[in-house]
């Protein structure tokens, strides 16, 4: 259908533009919620680990939580990347759509969508950059309250045996044995004298 007059043509050609608008923001919407689910994702096997492992293995806990912090980060970026390309591609898509219409009118109208859309998008940007920043940075204070030397930082101390195993109960260990208990700022050294076992076995 040709259109009689430029007005005519814009006005034809604005309900495709919208159309095309919100197909970009329905890419977006799905991008966000696939980003929010394998976050959520992360986040489960997360709090299973800390079940686990907080307290038997520290060190091996700490390690495996500063890789997720890296695989994290590696998608975020991976995300706002492919967001802005989804975007830039549709304003693109948009710009030729444009051109090859050539009314006056037409330019006009299709220079506020192209606006409000680049603002659209910036707002985006930012509210997943900002959502993920707050997600990065709860990993990291949970990961610093999990580090064995903010753990002994509090007064608590860590003892082992002379092979390097955690001692965690009392038959771990005899008398005339070495133990080795770690604290904040170094390690002693010590020979196991006597053994009281608690009467209610530590509870």
Known sequence: MRAPTPTGAAELAVPHIQELI???????????????????????????????YAFRYPRKLYEQKLEQVDKLTESLTRGAEKLYFAKNDALLQLKRRLERSHPEELRKVSAERHMRTTRALNRA??????????????????????SPLKIMDRGYSLAYTDDGELI???????????INVKLYDGSIQCVVTDIKESENNGR
């Open 168 to 178: 965690k109960t009392v038959t771990q260990v005899k008398p005339q044995r070495k």
């Open 22 to 52: 919100e197909r970009v923001m329905n890419r977006e919407t799905r991008l966000m919620r696939a980003m929010r689910e394998k976050v959520f994702f992360q986040q489960k096997r997360y709090q299973r680990l800390i079940r686990s």
């Open 125 to 146: 940007m930012t509210a997943v950059l900002s959502e993920k920043r707050k997600e990065f940075n709860g990993i990291l204070s949970t990961l610093e309250a999990l």
